[in-house]
């Protein structure tokens, strides 16, 4: 008899009501693949936007990219891990979700160490936000010690941690956020507060060298009047408008991109070594377990959270 696992699958697309925790065979792992027993799994925006639009995908499908866990099985090709080491990261992205789910098969190289010392739900909370900041800030924006860098959203699943990665880096870091969030984002390096509640932050910010914006809409116009002439803006919330967001920067003498994340060993391993120095820790607003993966979703969804979300599989 086929051992079976539990899995969050969707046969349509809507609202957290089309999630539905389903029995289905465990996954074998084919050649470079290794298979994690999932302790915990990271819930993201990208999440309820492709249970909701489906991206380029038809239902049925699996839910979730971001995991921690432990090796069960590896197969031939693989040297980088044994079966018991402790690991996490971002399988299948963006291909096929499937981190919802006791137990998850992807590229070992879509997967590194998990840092000592974090336990996995907050090891969970990291890798897509994590590596999204590191590939805009580090690989898109090639950020320098004193340039300064403004990050809206700053207290959210993204900002927190691309705060933490430009301090890192020697940056002098803006961010927008709340005035509630503003006493936290200073505990983790931030330079800069600006409540947008408040004031609009295009009207108090100028000479800004790289904008980091998880909100876009209007962020795109206003986030290109504080860049100082040829200083780059990076588009998060939708990747394939790379063409339309260069063509708003260049008619305002300036630089801008998207960034789509995507798997990467070598730098998740950076972002460990940040994460084991003490210089990068990510914020766990709340778990759920498994079982109540709607739940988690609608409070992502009411766009208030600090940090990351978080299901609890062991």
Not at 87 to 98: A, E, S
Not at 121 to 143: E, F, G, I, N, Y
Not at 160 to 182: D, E, F, P, S, Y
Not at 296 to 312: C, F, P, Q, S, Y
């Amino acid at each position: 008899m086929t051992e079976q696992m539990r899995a969050v699958r969707q046969d349509s697309l809507g609202g957290a009501e089309v999630l539905r925790l389903v029995e289905t065979p465990l996954p074998e792992p084919g050649p470079i693949q290794i298979r994690v027993r999932v302790h915990a799994a990271g819930v993201n925006p990208t999440d309820w936007k492709m249970r909701e639009t489906g991206y380029w995908h038809t239902p049925p499908f699996g839910q979730g990219w971001d995991v921690s866990g432990v090796v069960t099985a590896i197969a031939p090709g693989v040297s980088r891990f044994a079966v018991g080491d402790e690991v996490y990261g971002m399988p299948n992205f963006p291909t096929t979700p499937g981190a919802y789910a006791d137990q998850v098969v992807a590229p070992a190289q879509h997967f590194s160490r998990k840092p000592a010392g974090l336990d996995h739900v907050r090891a969970a909370a990291l890798p897509l936000a994590a590596l999204t900041a590191w590939q805009s800030l580090v690989d898109a924006a090639r950020l320098e010690a004193g340039q300064r860098v403004l990050i809206h959203a700053a207290a959210g699943g993204v900002g927190h941690l691309a705060v933490q990665i430009a301090k890192a880096r020697g940056a002098h870091v803006i961010g927008t956020a709340r005035a509630a969030k503003h006493a936290l984002l200073r505990d983790l390096g931030a330079d800069e507060l600006v409540d947008h509640t408040a004031v609009d932050f295009a009207e108090v910010l100028d000479g800004v060298d790289v904008v980091l914006d998880g909100i876009g809409g209007d962020y795109l116009e206003r986030s290109l009047r504080t860049l100082r002439p040829d200083g780059l803006y990076i588009g998060l919330t939708n990747p394939f408008a790379m063409t339309e967001v260069a063509e708003a920067a260049r008619s305002h003498g300036r630089r801008g991109t998207t960034v789509m994340v995507a798997p990467d060993h070598a730098a998740l391993e950076a972002i460990t070594d940040l994460v084991e120095q003490g210089r990068v820790r990510p914020l766990v607003e709340e778990t759920f377990p498994l079982e109540k993966v709607a739940d988690a979703h609608a409070l992502g969804e009411a766009g208030r959270t600090t940090g990351k979300i978080v299901l609890t599989l062991v």
